[in-house]
């Protein structure tokens, strides 16, 4: 079993649409977690942070489950440029390890 | 300010030949992080220096990888030699000592080993 599990998609939107993310991760000792977006034959960059009061920015709103050991990525009002692979990443090990999830692919439709 | 950079873009070498890749991270930051994603698998962390030394290497496949990163500055991955499953993408990554888990990506180092 991976450390950190995605649903790989893709799913497939229209523009406008809302759109959930799920990530669970099974070591208990991970201490910071973080969605990030990368876009194809590109880097991964920082989308950003997750935590368990949950936050938001813009459209983009990330929830922390500790007990569940689940993150959640939720976007709102799906625009075209969204399209991209979103994934869930995991630190622990005093923030030096980071565990990356597979990625789910994001393809938003006019 | 300028990103991480990597250098080469592309390199198809090979099996048998030696590879050796270079990132240079964003200036002042002393954390320098190697990844690799082969096709098809998630990003796997490779190795982390803080300045010169090495913190964790546990992720270094075998022997045949070699990370240096002298002066603590720029780094460079050697493959010798290479083989077949070495091929994917090598990231680079750095981060500053007081925020070290925003991590900043270099654009990737494409191999490909024939």
């Known amino acids: 079993r991976k450390e950190v599990e995605q649903d790989p998609g893709p799913f497939n939107v229209p523009e406008g649409a809302t759109v959930a993310f799920n990530c669970t991760y099974s070591?208990?000792?991970?201490?910071?977690f973080f969605w990030y977006r990368q876009d194809c034959r590109k880097e991964p960059k920082l989308l950003m942070s997750v935590y368990s009061s949950g936050n938001e920015d813009g459209r983009f709103t990330a929830q922390l489950n500790r007990a569940s050991q689940y993150i959640s990525l939720l976007i709102r009002d799906s625009k075209l440029s969204d399209s991209a692979t979103y994934l869930c990443v995991v630190n622990r090990d005093g923030g030096f390890k980071t565990i990356f999830g597979a990625g789910t692919r994001l393809f938003v439709k006019a | 300010e300028a990103g991480v950079t990597q250098f080469p873009s592309h390199s198809v070498i090979e099996k048998g030949q030696t590879v050796t890749l270079r990132c240079d991270p964003i200036s002042g930051h002393d954390n320098l992080y190697w990844y690799r994603r082969v096709m098809g698998k998630e990003i796997k962390f490779l190795l982390h220096?803080?300045?010169?030394?090495?913190?964790?290497e546990s992720g270094m496949p075998n022997n045949r990888f070699l990370a240096e990163r002298t002066g603590g500055t720029y780094s460079t991955l050697k493959v010798q030699p290479a083989e077949l499953e070495d091929s994917g993408v090598y990231f680079c990554a750095s981060s500053q000592d007081r925020d070290r888990e925003t991590q900043y990506f270099g654009p990737g180092t494409r191999l490909l080993v024939l």
């Open positions: 070591n208990s000792a991970s201490q910071s």
């Open positions: 220096f803080v300045k010169e030394s090495k913190q964790d």
